[in-house]
């Protein structure tokens, strides 16, 4: 009886190499649980307590005095939108510095790269501890905490978008013999405009559920508030403190979501 | 009176990888010629063009443009050296998000200050110069459209009316029609002719077609390996050459038109 083999559609040595990688996961997963004693089942394991923890305390929402909630709601997204303003102005300026093609200085661009890639995966929490602890709690020291992360963000982004939008134009431009700000006037900007107001856009989407965060271990705003709540067990008023966070944030979601949407189609 | 408006003596462009592109090339042109030159992918054509306005730096030798020694010049020196230099792209090389008008004028950039530049402050005098440059090229009812909006070939010319603008006394043009149809090509290749012509501008052109060459180029340049292999006017370009150029016998060469068989 003939033994018929199937019919690759891969690449032999991609396949080896994909099953070799599948199983170094695997071992991995099984060893950080052993190590670890973090059983991932144990949240199933264990659900009733959560439940009953949510029925009985968290349950039903109540807000006891809305006045000062809506004025950290506020505080909260100013945070958000103005962090996300002066991070955005500063990381444009960067970003013509830090894409090659269009960088008066090609060698310093490299390292500008290298700068913000790495900040950038420093999580806005992170930031804040670090801030906290040498300048103090407080609002501004939130506030910096969520420019540097999203600069970081924002030049890494941009920076990729003028390298992809702009290397042909910015040729156009240089033989014509335009001087670098014109270049970046008459050229990069044009042509990345629309990019630069969708990654806008995304950071404030971001920085909103960010600013929440980092309002809790000491920037003010509604996650402060919910903060305290919590710490002195009024479970029911930091659930409803929990639906207004979720429903501000959703709505900004929305909001940004369909700007980007009307940003993008006016092609 | 020495017509020569540009001379290249001993350029090489050897790329960090090893591979040398360019090697110890030497030619001159003189003012109001049309030089075509040809030659298969990866035989220079592009790094010569692209070093003779500096866009490449070479690793030596020397360019001369109307006299002034182009290599070692930098930052404002080099911007008014490249104003006299226009270059005309594959790929148009335009700013897709403004208007013709708008991408047309960018020819003007070398000419005015820092501050009018950014702004887009041009004269009335160059905006008009701009119009009356779009309807010759049939254009004038799509000045304010987006350059994105347009054709290929449509983009080819408001390429050319870029470069027209900067009252250049050279046109480098580095495969102007490669993305164009048989249709635009004609119109493209017309219009870079006669307005040179007209003007009294100098044009360099890579091509890969050596039929088109033929037919416009008053010198043809055959470029193979880096180096020079042939420099003289069209009618002199045979079969012969053309196999040197291209490393592989006539018939295995797409080339429509006649030729002069030797």
């Given at each position: 009886?003939?033994?018929?083999?199937?019919i690759s559609i891969i690449n032999q040595r991609e396949k080896k190499l994909f099953t070799y990688f599948g199983i170094v996961v695997l071992v991995l997963f099984v060893g950080a649980t052993y190590l670890t004693k973090f059983n991932p089942l144990e949240v199933l394991l264990?659900?009733?307590?959560?439940?009953?923890?949510?029925?009985?305390?968290?349950?039903?929402?109540?807000?006891?005095?809305?006045?000062?909630?809506?004025?950290?709601?506020?505080?909260?997204?100013?945070?958000?939108?103005?962090?996300?303003?002066?991070?955005?102005?500063?990381?444009?300026?960067?970003?013509?510095?830090?894409?090659?093609?269009?960088?008066?200085?090609?060698?310093?661009?490299?390292?500008?790269?290298?700068?913000?890639?790495?900040?950038?995966?420093?999580?806005?929490?992170?930031?804040?501890?670090?801030?906290?602890?040498?300048?103090?709690?407080?609002?501004?020291?939130?506030?910096?905490?969520?420019?540097?992360?999203?600069?970081?963000?924002?030049?890494?982004?941009?920076?990729?978008?003028?390298?992809?939008?702009?290397?042909?134009?910015?040729?156009?431009?240089?033989?014509?013999?335009?001087?670098?700000?014109?270049?970046?006037?008459?050229?990069?900007?044009?042509?990345?405009?629309?990019?630069?107001?969708?990654?806008?856009?995304?950071?404030?989407?971001?920085?909103i559920r960010a600013s929440t965060i980092v309002g809790m271990v000491g920037g003010g705003g509604i996650g402060l508030v919910l903060f305290s709540y919590l710490k002195s067990f009024k479970y029911q008023t930091a659930a409803g403190i929990i639906l207004i966070i979720s429903?501000?944030?959703?709505?900004?979601?929305?909001?940004?979501?369909?700007?980007?949407?009307?940003?993008?189609?006016?092609? | 009176?020495?017509?020569?408006?540009?001379?290249?003596?001993?350029?090489?462009?050897?790329?960090?990888?090893?591979?040398?592109?360019?090697?110890?090339?030497?030619?001159?042109?003189?003012?109001?010629?049309?030089?075509?030159?040809?030659?298969?992918?990866?035989?220079?054509?592009?790094?010569?063009?692209?070093?003779?306005?500096?866009?490449?730096?070479?690793?030596?030798?020397?360019?001369?443009?109307?006299?002034?020694?182009?290599?070692?010049?930098?930052?404002?020196?080099?911007?008014?050296?490249?104003?006299?230099?226009?270059?005309?792209?594959?790929?148009?090389?335009?700013?897709?998000?403004?208007?013709?008008?708008?991408?047309?004028?960018?020819?003007?950039?070398?000419?005015?200050?820092?501050?009018?530049?950014?702004?887009?402050?041009?004269?009335?005098?160059?905006?008009?110069?701009?119009?009356?440059?779009?309807?010759?090229?049939?254009?004038?009812?799509?000045?304010?459209?987006?350059?994105?909006?347009?054709?290929?070939?449509?983009?080819?010319?408001?390429?050319?009316?870029?470069?027209?603008?900067?009252?250049?006394?050279?046109?480098?043009?580095?495969?102007?029609?490669?993305?164009?149809?048989?249709?635009?090509?004609?119109?493209?290749?017309?219009?870079?002719?006669?307005?040179?012509?007209?003007?009294?501008?100098?044009?360099?052109?890579?091509?890969?077609?050596?039929?088109?060459?033929?037919?416009?180029?008053?010198?043809?340049?055959?470029?193979?390996?880096?180096?020079?292999?042939?420099?003289?006017?069209?009618?002199?370009?045979?079969?012969?050459?053309?196999?040197t150029i291209y490393n592989t016998s006539i018939d295995n060469l797409m080339i429509n038109g006649a030729l002069k068989t030797m």
């Open positions: 009886m003939l033994k018929i083999n199937k264990n659900s009733n307590e959560v439940w009953k923890f949510i029925i009985k305390d968290f349950l039903p929402p109540t807000l006891t005095k809305p006045v000062g909630i809506f004025d950290a709601i506020f505080i909260t997204i100013c945070l958000a939108i103005s962090s996300t303003f002066i991070a955005g102005i500063f990381a444009i300026i960067t970003a013509m510095f830090g894409s090659e093609y269009i960088s008066p200085f090609p060698k310093v661009s490299k390292i500008i790269r290298g700068v913000a890639t790495f900040l950038r995966n420093i999580p806005p929490l992170v930031w804040a501890f670090i801030l906290f602890s040498s300048l103090g709690i407080g609002t501004g020291v939130g506030f910096v905490a969520l420019v540097i992360s999203t600069f970081a963000f924002m030049t890494r982004a941009f920076i990729e978008s003028i390298d992809e939008v702009s290397k042909d134009s910015t040729e156009g431009l240089l033989v014509v013999g335009a001087t670098f700000s014109q270049r970046v006037f008459q050229g990069i900007i044009p042509s990345c405009m629309q990019d630069f107001i969708s990654w806008f856009l995304y950071c404030i989407e971001v920085n429903a501000t944030i959703i709505g900004v979601d929305l909001l940004t979501g369909f700007l980007r949407k009307k940003v993008m189609e006016n092609e | 009176m020495d017509n020569t408006i540009l001379k290249a003596k001993n350029i090489t462009k050897t790329y960090p990888n090893g591979v040398k592109a360019l090697d110890d090339i030497s030619f001159e042109i003189k003012k109001g010629e049309f030089i075509v030159v040809i030659g298969p992918s990866g035989s220079g054509k592009s790094t010569l063009l692209r070093s003779l306005n500096k866009l490449i730096d070479l690793t030596s030798g020397s360019v001369t443009i109307d006299g002034e020694e182009i290599l070692n010049k930098k930052g404002k020196n080099l911007r008014l050296l490249r104003r006299k230099m226009a270059m005309i792209f594959q790929h148009y090389n335009l700013v897709y998000r403004l208007s013709v008008m708008q991408n047309v004028l960018h020819g003007r950039l070398g000419y005015m200050t820092n501050i009018n530049g950014v702004f887009g402050n041009y004269s009335e005098e160059d905006k008009l110069k701009a119009i009356e440059l779009l309807n010759e090229i049939e254009l004038g009812d799509h000045i304010y459209n987006r350059a994105g909006d347009l054709s290929g070939g449509q983009k080819q010319r408001v390429g050319i009316a870029r470069a027209i603008m900067q009252d250049p006394q050279i046109i480098l043009c580095d495969e102007p029609i490669a993305s164009l149809d048989p249709s635009s090509s004609k119109i493209i290749m017309d219009i870079i002719f006669n307005m040179a012509k007209k003007r009294g501008i100098t044009c360099i052109v890579n091509l890969h077609q050596i039929d088109v060459a033929i037919k416009y180029a008053t010198r043809i340049i055959g470029l193979s390996k880096g180096k020079i292999v042939f420099n003289d006017v069209a009618e002199n370009l045979d079969n012969k050459t053309i196999e």
